[in-house]
T-cell receptor
Framework: AQSVTQPDIHITVSEGASLELRCNYS??????LFWYVQSPGQGLQLLLK??????LVQGIKGFEAEFKRSQSSFNLRKPSVHWSDAAEYFC????????????FGKGTHLIIQP | DAGVIQSPRHEVTEMGQEVTLRCKPI?????LFWYRQTMMRGLELLIY????????DSGMPEDRFSAKMPNASFSTLKIQPSEPRDSAVYFC???????????FGPGTRLTVT
């Protein structure tokens, strides 16, 4: 069965500092990987996705993520965070490019310090 | 282009009552998903449809839960009878098959007292 682990429940970062959110997955074949962001009281917005090809993928809002098959990881990064980045971040894995249900991690709550 | 539309946004009901949540997917999308979000269990897939046909309902917690998709532009998730442990945020999402990303609605926050 597929699973996603986000080991950090909360992360606090100073505004302007760099960010890395960790995600590890378990899946029997080549996974389709996603990062979503959820602001309070809102739905989930897709930040970026990985299906195949270049293992470093760029997303919206200045985010990027790197797929490392050897480590079963898909960590999310941003070089300089803004106060508006404070939100809940979810990593997800799916078998069929999104046309099948996704399995989500428990999320990482990002707090931005001024 | 309108996104995924869910109604109601908030629902408060008493234990034992029937609850119906509604979803309108993005036009042209032919896969629809229902998820539930709770603090304890996070985001869980309940059921999904391809071309209006239920494909996997293994995530539906009990027989009290049922979902239908009578046409390409409408789906319902019904809970009968509702229980306090059903309190959660229920999300609907849609995608074009094999297109990749799922687009989520704003969710329905359900409170069962």
């Amino acid at each position: 069965a597929q699973s996603v682990t986000q080991p950090d429940i909360h992360i606090t970062v100073s505004e302007g500092a760099s960010l890395e959110l960790r995600c590890n997955y378990s899946y029997g074949a080549t996974p389709y990987l996603f990062w979503y962001v959820q602001s309070p009281g809102q739905g989930l917005q897709l930040l970026l996705k990985y299906f195949s090809g270049d293992t470093l993928v760029q997303g919206i809002k200045g985010f990027e993520a790197e797929f490392k098959r050897s480590q079963s990881s898909f960590n999310l990064r941003k070089p300089s965070v803004h106060w508006s980045d404070a939100a809940e971040y979810f990593c997800a894995v799916g078998p069929g490019g999104g046309a099948d249900g996704l399995t989500f991690g428990k999320g990482t709550h990002l707090i931005i310090q001024p | 282009d309108a996104g995924v539309i869910q109604s109601p946004r908030h629902e408060v009901t008493e234990m034992g009552q029937e609850v119906t949540l509604r979803c309108k997917p993005i036009s042209g999308h032919n896969s629809l998903f229902w998820y539930r979000q709770t603090m304890m269990r996070g985001l869980e897939l309940l059921i999904y449809f391809n071309n209006n046909v239920p494909i996997d309902d293994s995530g539906m917690p009990e027989d009290r839960f049922s979902a239908k998709m009578p046409n390409a532009s409408f789906s319902t998730l019904k809970i009968q009878p509702s229980e306090p442990r059903d309190s959660a945020v229920y999300f609907c999402a849609s995608t074009r098959t094999a297109a990749g990303e799922q687009y989520f609605g704003p969710g329905t926050r359900l409170t069962v007292t």
